[in-house]
Nanobody, 126 residues
């Protein structure tokens, strides 16, 4: 399993970024995918997840209504569109793949995923 997140950067409050995660080494279309983030000194936090079919999306409370997760099973990518970013969104963003293929219940906890990769840094600051 290889996951490579990209698209992070420095953005002002209220701005937008689009993260992308490129996947390889497994049958991407058969696995739920998740996005998590980790701020300095804090535990990794659930941000969003999408079912293997792409039909169902789930969001953490703090990002609901601002972030949108999507996937392209033909390109083996999962994206996270982040709008109205705030300083509390600062952190390293990681994508993870569900430990179980075609799981009907999409996990929203870190231990449900694997293959994190290095992540991409998002900094929201004026």
């Amino acid at each position: 399993v290889q996951l490579q997140a990209s698209g992070g950067g420095l953005v002002q409050p209220g701005g937008s970024l689009r993260l992308s995660c490129a996947a390889s080494g497994f049958i991407f279309s058969e696995f739920n995918m998740g996005w998590f983030r980790q701020a300095p000194g804090k535990e990794r936090e659930f941000v969003a997840a999408i079912s293997w079919s792409g039909i169902r999306q789930y969001y953490g409370e703090s990002v609901e209504g601002r972030f949108t997760v999507s996937r392209d099973n033909a390109k083996n990518t999962v994206d996270l569109q982040m709008n109205n970013l705030q300083p509390e969104d600062t952190g390293i963003y990681y994508c993870g793949v569900d430990r179980i293929d075609k799981r009907l219940i999409v996990p929203m906890k870190e231990d449900g995923y694997e293959g994190w990769g290095q992540g991409t840094q998002v900094t929201v600051s004026s």
